[in-house]
């Protein structure tokens, strides 16, 4: 019969098996969407281990933190051992040995993370003096945030970083750079590290000659999924981990890098060829994800974007029962219900909900179909976009924790001080119609005493709070000991949907009780966002699987039985962001990312009208995926907003055509 390995690699074909079987030096599997790369990923993993590897000692990199997780948990079904495997996104794996190695940095205690709201605060405050007496129309903190950040990514001189991303602001040169120093000093003193300094601390303790063989040692073999959406910092760290064996294996398609913006472009797997001189490529060309008709829109995207790897793909899944269709609806609302009918029809045909997804390239264009779903009562869940703003009690609790691990953590103090003295326009309202009744100043007094005291009591909860954390206790504990103290201040700040937002908090305990330390708590919450995303998922209380609404970046790796791209006009797909050529080949690669997420049926909707009740311009890619769709026309009881201003002089005088003449007076 087959020994263990063989049956590991038995539903294999042979480029796939090659890449499984490959045991040392530099490897690179190149190969288009749904071609089996992370299963072959994660297959060479169990085969490592099988072969006597010790689990801990392989390294498994990859683009989120529930990839890592998914891919363990696979492997763990084909071999036990596996759960042992080390893996994780760069950006845990470097904060883990930064924080192991402190001392080689000269810090006496775990390192920060902040995550990119704060380093925008903190960029504000360094730029603000900077700004005095210039009348010159300066960046924006979070503009000159991204520009730093872009060129500690591709290690570009912040000159070059300004030219591609925003040449308008050159003339800021010195200033920006001025700032990064400042910035690099300020978060040098106070312990802290942002997602870059995570990558370039880790590289540098890599590039040690001293330093980094000892943190090598720690692992034999390397692998990284989605290899294509790194960029020149993390091509230093895969290197620096390679050391002198190059056990490195990467799996990627340059046709969906998508991560433009974090400074990794098409080209990065070339970067690593040229690098790994050594590297044995395979290529994988067989789809076994989506049925022919969708691998043929998928081979036409690929086709027209030139990125230099010729290949074309096959399905080996057949033709499906439905073709790709466009779908033509009057506008966003009837979109909405379509999606849901769609769904709705096929659950009553006995399908899951939860076989479905709606992808869009941004978020925004979700609201309207959330809101479908509410009312139709179809389970969801949202990944990719929970906006900060409505995860602001997380944040409150986070920065409790935050200043409790580290006081030095200034924008952290910055929330807590400006939320909690703070008079909102609902308690403003309210304390004006007080006082607005007084009949004596004596009561308007003791109402803005009473005031002033309830404020205190919010200050003083928070200093309780502050003393809950100083303990040993397991985070969740300490947690759910802060959220205790601070709920009925917090009640009183988010009047109208406490309920709701107190569930997320839970969500967040249940989070913490997975960790040991409240610093490993924090640095897991801040450098994952999908934590926050789960935070919202599990308050959802519904015991159906819920269709999912995802950003296109959100879905990257996954796959569903139906995709549902709506808004597939111009403006969302491409973005309206899209400026230059180089943006526009990342719309491209993004599409291209959506519609490859799907196993057997593919719709996308064109509504006639947008919101403000003006034509859409049909999507540019529409011409391209004609020859491959059919379009319907859907019909809706929902009656279109059709046409929008007209520009013109011309006046239509309603009286005279109605009355047939202009009335005397
Ligand atoms: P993406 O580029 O989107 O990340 P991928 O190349 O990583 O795609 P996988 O997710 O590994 O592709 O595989 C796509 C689907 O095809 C999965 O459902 C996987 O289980 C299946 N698959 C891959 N290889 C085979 C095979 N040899 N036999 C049967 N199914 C396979
Ligand atoms: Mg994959």
Redesign the pocket.
Known sequence: GLSVNDELIA???PS?REAVLHTDGPAVVI??????????LTKRAARLVQSGIAPERILLITFSRASAKEMLSRAKALDNRCQFISGGTFHATATKVINQNAHVFGADKPFTILDPEDVTEIVKRIIAPLKEGDKRNWPRASTIAKIISFAANTKLPIEEAIERKNADYLEFVDEISQTRDLFTTYKLDKGLLDYDDCLIYFAALLEDPTIGPLVRRNWSHIMVD?YQDTNALQLDIVYGLAGEQQNVLI?G?PG?SIYGFRGSAPDTMVGFIKRFPQTRVIK?ETN??SAQEIVDIVNAIDADMEIGFERTLRSNQGPSKSKPEVREVADNVAEAGAIADAIIEDKNEGGEVSNHAVLVRSMSYARRIEAEFISRQIPYRVVGGIRIDEAAHIKDLLSIARVSVNPEHEPAWLRLIQRYPRIGPKSADQIVEQLSKVTDTAEAKRILAKEEAARKTSFDGLGYALSALASSAPPADLLGNVAAIMDPFWETVWKDDWADRRKDIDAVLLIAAEHHTLDDFLTAITLDHSLEKKAAEASQKTDEKPVTISTVHGA??L?WPTVHCPSFIRGHMPSNYAQSPEDFGEEMRIFYVAV??AMKNLFFYKPAYDASGSFTTPSDYERLIAPYVSFERLVNQSIPVAGGAVKTNARIDMRSKLLGHVPHN
């Open positions: 539903d294999l074909n796939q190969a288009g969407p749904g071609s089996g790369k992370t299963k072959t989605e799996v398609d969906q994988l076994y994800r990257k790796g796959e490859s997420r």
